[in-house]
């Protein structure tokens, strides 16, 4: 998967969803993702760790959004998203 990230000049990075676990919950089954940015070899060899992004997504006919915590920006705060 492909995202266009927003750096001063635009770039496209590729990124590695990674199914990570399953859970039961009461409205059914959900799948944690981590969602990892494949980094080129110059940007690796400047950037030693890039934190993951984390979703939860409950799986059947019609997926729904459940939560996500990743960073807000480049070596930012932790955010943490769930609706209500």
């Known amino acids: 998967m492909s995202i266009v990230a927003f750096t001063p000049k635009p770039r496209v990075v590729t990124l590695q969803l990674l199914p990570l676990a399953t859970e039961r919950v009461p409205a059914g089954e959900v799948v944690r993702y981590h969602i990892r940015p494949k980094l080129g070899l110059f940007a690796s060899l ?3 760790d890039v934190p993951d ?3 939860w997504i409950l799986s059947g006919e019609t997926p729904a959004f459940l939560k ?3 960073p ?4 930012g705060p932790i ?3 769930e609706p209500h």
């Open 72 to 75: 807000l920006y480049f070596m």
């Open 53 to 55: 992004t984390r979703i």
């Open 68 to 70: 996500a915590e990743g």
């Open 79 to 81: 955010w943490r998203v």
């Open 46 to 48: 400047l950037v030693t």
